[in-house]
């Protein structure tokens, strides 16, 4: 099969082309390298040390052959989302090139404004891109969990769920009930994709993903495996990597108010075995199909607790500091999603969050002194509620 992966150089991008190459597919790689700008803007670097891209699909190439191309562009370009498209002919496209964070997206109006463009306008720039010349891809988006909101009081169903109202019934997508400006650009993208797929009979699968978590690869030997990045500054680094970063230099846990704020989780090895699968298996009876992608619940405290015990047995004696939330989050909540189709396909977790939690303190041990050099980058400034106005770009590259 030809796999397009969008944001090829990102966390998930890397360690999946590596997966799908190491599977027998051809991969087709872009990337603006966005990712590694926006980091060093917070101050910070990968924890762990990554290759230039040359130097990445030079190496690739001496285990895979030419069955990797990499092309470096903005999505934002519908010239260069139109060429890529037509030049990998892909049975499928895995959209993975976003500003994927939700404290960048509330710095200020331009990082707000540049996540919207950034997301909004690739993404449709590939629905367009589809619908033009290759109109039998599938589409597999990246979206998440954070779509539907944290609170809404009632189960999370998986997109669509069964209505009644003033004694008719329908089915009908959840309502979306995001809680930052990333997380709104994904509903919007979520909007944009369903409505391609009932206009013009486009194939996807809009993927709502729990936070993911981990460094890990099972089944490629390490010999050929080249890590993927691996983020823990206030913005780019999700919180279990952060806790576990933290332990590893003596930093207390940064746990937000009391820690009750409870999400789906799951680990980058899950995260990859399950984007294979639905590569493998597309929508067969649906154009738009909508997917719950994670693995277990935890609260914020939980994890905190679990790092704090794997951490103290390694003799790291964690700390776990409760510390004022600067998000707008609610102290604590009911929280409770489907996750059955993903199940349904084959999908099971390779390991336990423990056993993870275990890999992760021990591949971060040796890059200790990289995660104390940017240590400044762990303290969050990013708030919520205090924004303040800056110039507005309307420039479709990073700010
Ligand atoms: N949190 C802490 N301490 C920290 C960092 C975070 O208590 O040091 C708390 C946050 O307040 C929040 C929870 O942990 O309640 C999750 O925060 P996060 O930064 O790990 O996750 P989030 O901002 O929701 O976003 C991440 C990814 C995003 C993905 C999303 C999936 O950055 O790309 O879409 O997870 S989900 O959360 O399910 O929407």
Redesign the pocket.
């Known amino acids: 099969m030809n796999i397009l992966i969008l944001g090829i150089d990102g966390y998930i991008g890397w360690a999946l082309a590596q997966k799908q190459l190491y599977l027998g597919n051809k991969v087709f790689g872009i990337d603006n390298f966005s990712r590694r700008e926006t980091v060093k803007e917070m101050g910070s670097d990968s924890a762990i040390p990554i290759e230039t891209m040359n130097k990445r699909i030079s190496k690739i190439k001496e285990v895979y052959g030419n069955r990797i191309e990499f092309f470096e562009g903005d999505l934002t370009y519908s010239t260069f989302a139109n060429d890529i498209v037509k030049k990998s002919c892909p049975d499928a496209i895995v959209h993975l090139a976003e500003q994927?964070?939700?404290?960048y997206s509330m710095i200020d109006q331009k990082h707000c404004i540049y996540t919207h463009q950034n997301n909004v306008i690739g993404n449709l720039n590939i629905i367009y891109a589809m619908k033009n010349f290759s109109p039998n891809s599938h589409l597999i988006k990246?979206?998440?969990?954070?779509?539907y909101g944290?609170d809404p009081g009632f189960v999370i169903p998986e997109g669509f769920f069964e209505i009644e109202y003033l004694g008719r019934k329908a089915t009908v997508p959840y309502p979306k009930m995001a809680?930052?400006w990333?997380?709104w650009t994904?509903v919007h993208d979520s909007n944009n994709i369903m409505f391609a797929c009932k206009t013009w009979g486009l194939k996807s699968t809009d993927i709502?993903?729990?936070?993911?978590y981990g460094t890990r690869l099972k089944d490629i030997p390490s010999y050929i495996y080249q890590p993927t990045r691996f983020d823990f500054d206030?913005a780019?680094?999700?919180?279990?990597?952060?806790?576990c970063s933290?332990a590893v230099i003596g930093h207390d846990?940064?746990?937000?108010?009391a820690?009750g704020?409870t999400?789906?989780f799951l680990a980058l090895e899950d995260s990859i075995q399950c984007i294979s699968l639905l590569i493998e298996k597309p929508p067969e009876n649906e154009n738009y199909r909508v997917v719950n992608q994670?693995d277990e619940q935890y609260s914020?405290k939980d994890l905190?607790n679990k790092v704090k015990s794997i951490g103290d047995k390694k003799g790291l004696d964690v700390t776990i500091a409760n510390?004022e939330?600067?998000?707008k989050?609610k102290e604590s909540h009911y929280y409770k999603a489907d996750h059955k189709k993903l199940r349904d396909l084959g999908f099971k977790a390779t390991r336990t969050i423990e056993e993870e939690i275990e890999y992760v303190l021990e591949d971060l041990h040796p890059h200790k002194d990289r995660i104390l050099k940017n240590k400044q980058a762990?303290i969050?400034k990013i708030k919520w509620n205090s924004q303040v106005s800056s110039l507005i770009s309307l420039n479709p590259s990073t700010p």
């Open positions: 994927p964070s939700a404290p990246l979206g998440t969990m954070g779509e944290y809680g930052s990333y997380h994904k709502m993903q729990g936070i993911v206030e780019f680094g999700t919180v279990l990597n952060r806790f933290e846990l940064t746990v937000h108010g820690g704020q999400r789906g994670f914020v905190a510390t939330n600067p998000r989050e762990i969050k």
